[in-house]
């Protein structure tokens, strides 16, 4: 069995689909530019693994690195999660997010062909699912972006289908994520936020941490239990583990899959306070602010088909996902 490479591996959700990768008895290879990362992840990982870990620290533009690590490594398959993914950044410089994600990904299809690799796994998003409003959300509902990084997400996922109807004996497996919290239960990976976390659970462990006074809960008005934005939060080690079971059914199938990675379960912004508050035994302060532009009511993943295609279901529940970010936060704020 050959290598899986692994873009983007020392990122948040790439380290943890590689412990799980190692957990099933894979190897992999990583490329990684550290634009959002730290080097000193690769260590960590090894650490966690108790293996040597190649990696390649550099752009998955770069053709020519591409083109050495193919040569370097028996590949057997690829994971791509290199990319930008800030949505309100992407607004302010689209052009590089449309160079860094839908550019990295020709390059690398491209040296993928040239290596005759032609397995691949794609980091989509329910972002895909634009303000569709009706959940639970199906992979054949309705694609739309309402945004530059959404819109690289839904470009790129056309660029892959048109390879496949061009030749089917590519392999290729497409994962709209949706809202991944949590950390690896040892705590020593996570996600390190860089200046003000915009998305909801990080912020509120940084007013755990009292580094920030309250959290800002955007909008109690909406169509929902408690009029607060309902989202299906999954904890990232069973996101990992997703991708395990997509290279293994990859390794059995030819074919373009689709799959929504999501537990099928909503929460409130008001539900993940309360389940944080019990995780970290904290008080965690809030204000009702306004609605941020461009959220949605609820979003939730309907789950099936990952279940019965894949096998695929999400063991653990919101206080497990809490507890576990709290411990990898807690380790980097409280030293
Ligand atoms: P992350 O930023 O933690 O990880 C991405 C990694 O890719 C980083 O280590 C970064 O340094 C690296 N990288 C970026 N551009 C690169 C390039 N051109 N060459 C080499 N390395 C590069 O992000 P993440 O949360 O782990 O997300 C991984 C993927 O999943 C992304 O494609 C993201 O859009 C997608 N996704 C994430 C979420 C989420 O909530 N985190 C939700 C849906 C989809
Ligand atoms: C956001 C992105 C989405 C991306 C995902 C993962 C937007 C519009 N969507 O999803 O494209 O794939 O992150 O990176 O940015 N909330 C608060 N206070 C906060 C932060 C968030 O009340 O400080 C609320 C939001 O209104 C929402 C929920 O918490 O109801 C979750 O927000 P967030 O964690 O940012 O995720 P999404 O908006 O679902």
Not at 104 to 122: C, D, P
Not at 140 to 148: E, Q, S
Not at 181 to 198: F, Q, T
Not at 314 to 321: C, L, P, R, S
């Amino acid at each position: 069995m050959g290598k899986i490479l692994i873009t983007g591996g020392l990122g948040y959700i790439g380290s943890h689909t590689i412990v799980e990768l190692y957990n099933n008895k894979y190897e992999v290879v990583i490329i990684d530019n550290l634009y959002n990362s730290k080097e000193e992840v690769h260590k960590t990982l090894e650490t966690i693994v108790n293996k040597k870990i190649s990696f390649y620290k550099g752009d998955v533009r770069d053709k020519e690195l591409l083109r050495k690590i193919f040569k370097e490594n028996n590949i057997s398959g690829v994971i791509h999660f290199a990319g930008l993914k800030a949505v309100g950044e992407s607004c302010e410089i689209p052009l590089e997010y449309y160079n860094n994600n839908i550019y990295s990904t020709l390059v690398l299809l491209e040296a993928m062909k040239e290596y005759n690799v032609k397995r691949i796994v794609f980091s989509s998003s329910a972002t895909v699912y634009g303000l569709c409003k009706e959940v639970p959300l199906k992979e054949t509902a309705p694609l739309d972006a309402t945004n530059p990084y959404g819109r690289t997400k839904l470009y790129i996922e056309g660029i892959l289908k048109d390879l496949y109807a061009s030749d089917n004996s590519w392999e290729i497996a497409i994962l709209r994520y949706f809202n991944p919290v949590g950390a690896h239960k040892s705590g020593l990976i996570g996600e390190r936020p860089n200046g003000i976390p915009n998305n909801l659970v990080p912020y509120i462990a940084e007013v755990a941490a009292g580094i920030r006074p309250y959290v800002r809960v955007f909008g109690n008005d909406y169509d929902t239990k408690d009029g607060t934005g309902v989202r299906d939060y999954i904890h990232v080690s069973d996101l990992a583990y997703g991708h395990v079971l997509a290279i293994d059914k990859l390794s059995k199938v030819h074919g373009l899959l689709i799959y929504n990675l999501g537990t099928g379960n909503g929460y409130s912004v008001l539900d993940v306070i309360k389940a944080f508050e019990k995780a970290s035994n904290l008080e965690i302060p809030y204000k009702i602010c306004d609605r941020r532009p461009g959220d949605i009511a609820a979003s939730y993943a309907d789950p099936t088909k990952a279940y019965n295609e894949l096998g695929f279901k999400a063991k653990y529940g919101i206080e497990e996902m809490m507890e576990d970010q709290w411990r990898f936060q807690e380790h980097i704020y409280i030293k």
